[in-house]
């Protein structure tokens, strides 16, 4: 590993299902909008296979497959409305990450989060969870041309940190994300939402590996590779449960 690349990286976040928990919110604000233009019963099962990729493409799959007349734009603004009302009220930072962001904004390391979410959900989720105090710099899908799995979300947060996209660390929970990381050519800490999928060639070609997910997610892990001989004391005395990949 290059030592100027360890000794300064920026770190571009993804949000849901990885510095929080509101994949369960984002069900919720989908089945509810769906029930209201008369598709009942949407399940978690159905909903899982747009782990990681933007609300808009999501819902444009769903328009089509259940004939829904409204278009994409009427969806994804009523959909925006149910998930901020939930995520202000419920929505949770994973505590390790808050710790690991933490610790990175005490070293003065430059981030920023790209999502799919919409502008509107990611300040209010943030917001919500305190972490705009260490998070300002935001890009949503809705403001590049194509979302994840290509990279134009993670370039664009690169640009407006002024970083080369060499020189960051993408954090993501699903396998668009960590798609779109190595086609910005940017290194990838993974931390799969869903354990069982830890297996995928995607997540496996990741340079820093968390196969147990945020159950074994460990942010002084996450800051040692970053910073090898840099870590801060352990608050737990939690052991390494992350996997390097060569």
Not at 13 to 21: A, N, P
Request: charged share 20%; proline share 7%; with cysteine.
């Amino acid at each position: 590993m290059d030592s100027s690349r360890a000794q300064a990286p920026s770190v571009v976040f993804d949000l849901d299902g990885t510095l929080v928990d509101s994949e369960p919110n984002a069900y919720e604000s989908a089945r509810l909008l769906l029930e209201r233009y008369g598709v009942p019963d949407f399940t978690w099962e159905q909903n899982a296979r747009f782990l990681g990729i933007s609300n808009r493409e999501a819902l444009a799959v769903l328009r089509t497959e259940y004939g829904i007349g409204a278009g994409v734009d009427e969806l994804a603004a009523g959909q925006d409305a149910i998930y901020l009302e939930l995520a202000r009220t419920s929505t949770e930072p994973f505590a390790e990450m808050r710790a690991f962001v933490e610790m990175l904004h005490a070293r003065g390391v430059a981030m920023a989060v790209a999502s799919g979410s919409s502008p509107a959900a990611i300040a209010a989720v943030l917001k919500g969870t305190g972490l705009d105090a260490y998070l300002t710099e935001y890009v949503s899908a809705e403001e590049v041309a194509r979302g994840k799995p290509e990279p134009d979300v993670f370039l664009e947060a690169a640009r407006r940190l002024g970083a080369a996209p060499a020189d960051c660390v993408v954090v993501e929970d699903a396998a668009p994300g960590v798609a779109a990381a190595r086609a910005a050519g940017m290194r990838c800490i993974a931390v799969p939402y869903v354990p069982a999928t830890a297996g995928d060639p995607v997540f496996t070609a990741a340079d820093l590996l968390f196969p147990g997910g945020q159950g074994e997610f460990s942010a002084q892990g996450a800051y040692a590779w970053l910073f090898p001989g840099s870590v801060p004391t352990p608050a737990d005395g939690r052991p390494e449960a992350a996997r390097r990949i060569s």
